[in-house]
């Protein structure tokens, strides 16, 4: 679904914390962006936002993802969502703030946009109230930080048409959003339902003197943070039921739910006392780090655990793998290898990001990734000499031996691209050369050379007769390259300098 959504123009109207992660999103994902908000301070935020999203958001993806679309913040909502395909609304949540900046939105905004309110706690009916267009508003409210996220709950009401609904949810899908349709509206949509019975408790928790914030910190994140990254609520007990699954579970831990546990049906007063506590605990927890020091350590760890969930495809780590899929697909859109190759160049084998979870302490990429990178794009050559081709079954190349020259260092957050050159290719015999690049900086060379074995018998084997002939064309295309020097290789690189 998200490969066929174009990429188009988003207009965020309020650039916070909200607002900033939104625009991030969009424009990391190929999106032309245009923000507003009166705050003088707003660009300079705004940069730290993206500084931020820059790092950690392409580190999710293995496949290239789109260049980035240009970004401006404008003085009026009328210049921001002038031809705007989206409107993504961020400012405070006050209804008659909301209901006023719609007015002065759908007085200059195309019809045909989608008009999205990040709030996390009003109805879209109530949005909708003196509105021009009610239709065309809806909830898309996200979660902080928007930039890494998948979850975007989507509320609607009757007034939406269904095509707007439906255009919503490929647009959030093709950002690499999960878009939780909610069967109706309600205060709060529903996760922050459930957030706001956790808050509650751990109010009274820190009240009553039975924990600090750092010791109920340590209970979520070392314990049921974990369970719930992955499985959820509802899928993790029905785990604890043990083989009886969740019926046993309930009967044999519902009756709890009558013991006073909890304190949900009351709330403790937020005096001075209690947020000077809550305070002062805060500041001895987490106070030794900035504000943006502690979203970097926030990216990086969000990062890591999303990574470890889309290896798996589990999760949100799902959600990352199918837009992986469909970022692959909108970026190797020709299927032919005639249309894949372009004999007067290097082979492009590799696109991507230093994700966070691949760097050292120190922000360098660790010395295995190198090896992880050269042998993706192998990977990636192979898929172009076999496009549009039928295999022999059973065929496959393997690697005989691979020699890596390290030149230079990356650091997390680098743009990576490898140029392949063809050495050679006779019988059953593939030999490749490899130059990783970051940036313009060339860090480290390779050579990889690969067997191919037949279909019955683990032997070399010649390739087929197509893949065979299509080798022999790169291999005298890449000749000629080396012995003129590559348009995109130094020549040192290519053993002609």
């Known amino acids: 679904m998200s490969a066929a959504v174009e990429r188009g123009r988003a207009a965020i109207i309020g650039g916070g914390v909200i607002g900033g992660g939104w625009a991030a999103r969009f424009a990391l994902m190929g999106w032309e962006v245009a923000l507003f908000d009166p705050d003088p301070e707003a660009p300079r935020k705004l940069a730290e936002v993206f ?129 939780l349709h909610l069967r109706r509206e309600i205060d709060a949509h529903i996760a922050d339902r459930l957030l706001e019975a956790v808050w509650r408790e751990a109010l009274w928790l820190i009240k009553d003197g039975i924990a600090t914030t750092a010791e109920i910190d340590d209970a979520i994140r070392m314990g049921f943070g974990l369970r719930w990254a992955q499985m959820g609520l509802f899928e993790t007990y029905r785990i604890a039921g043990g083989e009886a699954g969740m019926r046993h579970f309930l009967a044999q831990f519902g009756p709890a739910l009558e013991w006073p546990w909890t304190k949900l049906m009351d709330v403790p007063e937020l005096d001075e006392a209690l947020v000077e506590a809550i305070a002062s605990q805060s500041d001895a927890q987490s106070g030794a780090h900035s504000i943006r020091e502690l979203e970097r350590i926030r990216d990086t760890n969000l990062v890591t655990i999303l990574r470890g969930l889309k290896a798996r495809g589990w999760g949100a780590g799902e959600v990352l793998a ?109 030999r490749l050369f490899h130059a990783l690049f970051a940036g313009e900086r060339l860090i480290a060379t390779a050579e990889h050379a690969l067997s191919h074995l037949g279909g019955e018998t683990p032997a070399p084997t010649p390739p087929p007769e197509t893949l065979a002939a299509r080798i022999a064309a790169l291999v005298a295309a890449h000749a000629s390259l080396l012995r003129g020097g590559a348009a995109s290789l130094p020549a040192e690189t290519t053993g002609e300098g």
């Not at 009026?76 to 961020?90: F, R």
């Open 51 to 179: 500084a931020n999203a820059r790092l950690a958001l392409p580190g999710l993806a293995d496949a290239p993802l789109p260049p980035e679309g240009r970004v401006e913040i404008v003085p009026t909502i009328s210049e921001a969502v002038h031809g705007a395909d989206w409107i993504q609304e961020s400012v405070p949540e006050r209804l008659e703030l909301k209901r006023k900046v719609y007015q002065q939105i759908q007085a200059h905004a195309p019809e045909a946009a989608v008009l999205a309110s990040s709030t996390s706690g009003f109805k879209p009916s109530e949005l909708q109230g003196c509105a021009t267009w009610p239709g065309q508003i809806i909830v898309a409210h996200p979660f902080n930080p928007v930039y890494l996220l998948p979850l975007v709950e989507l509320v609607t009401t009757d007034a939406n048409d269904p095509a707007l609904v439906e255009k919503a949810k490929a647009v959030l899908a093709s950002i690499g959003m999960h878009p």
């Open 322 to 430: 199918r837009h992986d899929a469909a970022l692959s697909e909108a970026s190797s859109l020709p299927r032919r290898f005639d249309d894949l190759v372009d004999l007067a160049r290097p082979i492009r084998s590799l696109e991507r990001v230093v994700p966070a979870d691949w760097a050292e302490a120190d922000g360098r990429m660790s010395e295995e990734r190198y090896s992880h990178v050269l042998g993706d794009a192998t990977r990636r050559v192979l898929q172009i000499i076999a496009s549009d081709c039928e295999h022999t079954p059973g065929g496959s190349f393997v690697t005989a031996e691979i020699r890596i020259r390290h030149l230079g260092q990356a650091q997390a957050g680098d743009r990576l691209h490898v140029e392949t050159l063809v050495n050679s290719g006779e019988g059953a015999q593939l």
